[in-house]
T-cell receptor, first 108, second 113 residues
Framework: RKEVEQDPGPFNVPEGATVAFNCTYS??????FFWYRQDCRKEPKLLMS???SGNEDGRFTAQLNRASQYISLLIRDSKLSDSATYLC?????????FGSGTRLLVRP | NAGVTQTPKFRVLKTGQSMTLLCAQD?????MYWYRQDPGMGLRLIHY???????AKGEVPDGYNVSRLKKQNFLLGLESAAPSQTSVYFC????????????FGDGTRLSIL
């Protein structure tokens, strides 16, 4: 079983749609959680941290369910520029564990 | 503030040649990492370091060596390059504290013929 599992997608949605990505992780001792965004052939960039109480940053909302070891990312009012791969990230021993990513395509 | 800088950006090697990729960070981060990413695939950790003078193996260390002689630099070496090592290599650094994210360099695109 992978340490961090994500649906690879692609999720193909129209502009303005709401889309949600889910991620599960295996290490119950993990303390830190993040969502990163990666554009084609570019480096991953931090989108947002994920806090236990859930948190929002503009159109993006992240939630954490420690009991189910589950993280989610909700994107509202999708823009063409949101097209990218979204990486779920969980802390491990001295390092962060990256999921393989969920690809999002936003169409006009 | 440059952040994480990787050199070179691109390189083409012949099978059997050796080379060193340099990663430099100016954020005084304790932890540094080398990843490779193949087309359509996720990141795979090659080696990492939790401090000056220390290194550890990641999930795909074979064929690579690393050194961290200075806190700000993390070098990745290929002693005898193979076509299977054609990939994009990303370096990252991080403060050695919980709840801190990693910061990535913009990658080195390496082709081995």
């Amino acid at each position: 079983r992978k340490e961090v599992e994500q649906d690879p997608g692609p999720f193909n949605v129209p502009e303005g749609a709401t889309v949600a990505f889910n991620c599960t992780y295996s290490n119950s001792a993990s303390q830190s959680f993040f969502w990163y965004r990666q554009d084609c052939r570019k480096e991953p960039k931090l989108l947002m941290s994920v806090y236990s109480s859930g948190n929002e940053d503009g159109r993006f909302t992240a939630q954490l369910n420690r009991a189910s070891q589950y993280i989610s990312l909700l994107i509202r009012d999708s823009k063409l520029s949101d097209s990218a791969t979204y990486l779920c990230v969980v802390s491990g021993s001295y390092k962060l564990i990256f999921g393989s990513g969920t690809r999002l395509l936003v169409r006009p | 503030n440059a952040g994480v800088t990787q050199t070179p950006k691109f390189r083409v090697l012949k099978t059997g040649q050796s080379m060193t990729l340099l990663c430099a960070q100016d954020m005084n981060h304790e932890y540094m990492y080398w990843y490779r990413q193949d087309p359509g695939m996720g990141l795979r950790l090659i080696h990492y370091s939790v401090g000056e003078g220390t290194t550890a193996k990641g999930e795909v260390p074979d064929g690579y060596n690393v050194s961290r002689l200075k806190k700000q630099n993390f070098l990745l070496g290929l002693e005898s390059a193979a076509p299977s090592q054609t990939s994009v290599y990303f370096c990252a650094s991080r403060v050695g504290l919980e709840n801190q994210p990693q910061h990535f360099g913009d990658g080195t695109r390496l082709s081995i013929l």
